[in-house]
């Protein structure tokens, strides 16, 4: 079983990145899907996330009205756009499909792990 997350990189403050995250259908396609992200001497933390079909989403406060989480069933991958990045937002963000179909902000809650892309946001 295996994630793909890609698209992190160096982006000045106030900029926009687009993560993506791909898997096997096996586990995407009636699963939920999440994004996480850890800075350094921090524990990971909840981002975003989506359930099997994209009809309910969810997002952490800190980025609420910034950051959108979205999926494409066909090509079975899921996107994180992130807009007006700024310097708090540095971080290794992972992707993680749940073990079941339901939205959730929990870390217990997801069986596979992506592993991880690198933010970082210059200010």
């Known amino acids: 079983v295996q994630l793909q997350a890609s698209g992190g990189g160096l982006v000045q403050a106030g900029g926009s990145l687009r993560l993506s995250c791909a898997a096997s259908?096996?586990?995407?396609?009636?699963?939920?899907v999440g994004w996480f992200r850890q800075s350094p001497g921090k524990e990971r933390e909840f981002v975003a996330a989506?359930?099997?079909?994209?009809?309910?989403?969810a997002y952490a406060d800190s980025v609420k009205g910034r950051f959108t989480i979205s999926r494409d069933r066909l090509k079975v991958t899921v996107y994180l756009q992130m807009n007006s990045l700024e310097p708090e937002d540095t971080a290794v963000y992972y992707c993680?499909?749940?073990?079941?179909?339901?939205?959730?902000?929990?870390?217990?809650?997801?069986?596979?792990w992506g592993q991880g892309t690198l933010v970082t946001v210059s200010s």
């Open positions: 993680a499909a749940a073990r079941s179909s339901r939205l959730t902000t929990t870390t217990r809650d997801y069986a596979y």
């Open positions: 259908a096996r586990i995407f396609s009636n699963n939920g």
């Open positions: 989506i359930d099997w079909n994209g009809g309910n989403k």
